[in-house]
Nanobody
Framework: QVQLVESGGGLVQAGGSLRLSCTAS????????IGWFRQAPGNERAFVAA????????NYADSVKGRFTISRNNAKNTVALQMNSLKPEDTAVYYC????????????????????WGQGTRVTVSS
């Protein structure tokens, strides 16, 4: 498995921006598709964005399309989530997760394929 550590969370006003980072160690980072998920109080963990091993394919939840951008740097073992135009409803703990996959282009669907998770970073958006 790969070990993941998130950073970059914090408190921001509505309309502001944050950049989350996910740093990996352990196994070969480029062997994993990476996803970002979030969990608000009282809610289930939900998909936010994901990126394939090659970075050629990305996918976003409808609620963040056009506002969030996921990217990765395999040489630095990092994945970033740039979050712009933040809304109070974006408030949650954000987790990155890794899914080992043989494809350089596809992105796993759902939470089940992701078997390595970070501890999360909290994002609070004030109105």
């Amino acid at each position: 498995q790969v070990q993941l550590v998130e950073s970059g969370g914090g408190l921001v006003q509505a309309g502001g921006s944050l950049r989350l980072s996910c740093t990996a160690s352990g196994r070969t980072f480029s062997g994993y598709a990476i996803g970002w998920f979030r969990q608000a109080p009282g809610n289930e963990r939900a998909f936010v964005a994901a990126i394939s091993r090659s970075a050629a394919t990305t996918n976003y939840a409808d609620s963040v399309k056009g506002r969030f951008t996921i990217s990765r740097n395999n040489a630095k073992n990092t994945v970033a989530l740039q979050m712009n135009s933040l809304k109070p409803e974006d408030t949650a703990v954000y987790y990155c997760a890794a899914s080992a996959t043989s494809s350089w282009l596809t992105i796993p669907l759902g939470l089940v394929p992701y078997d390595s998770w970070g501890q999360g970073t909290r994002v609070t958006v004030s109105s």
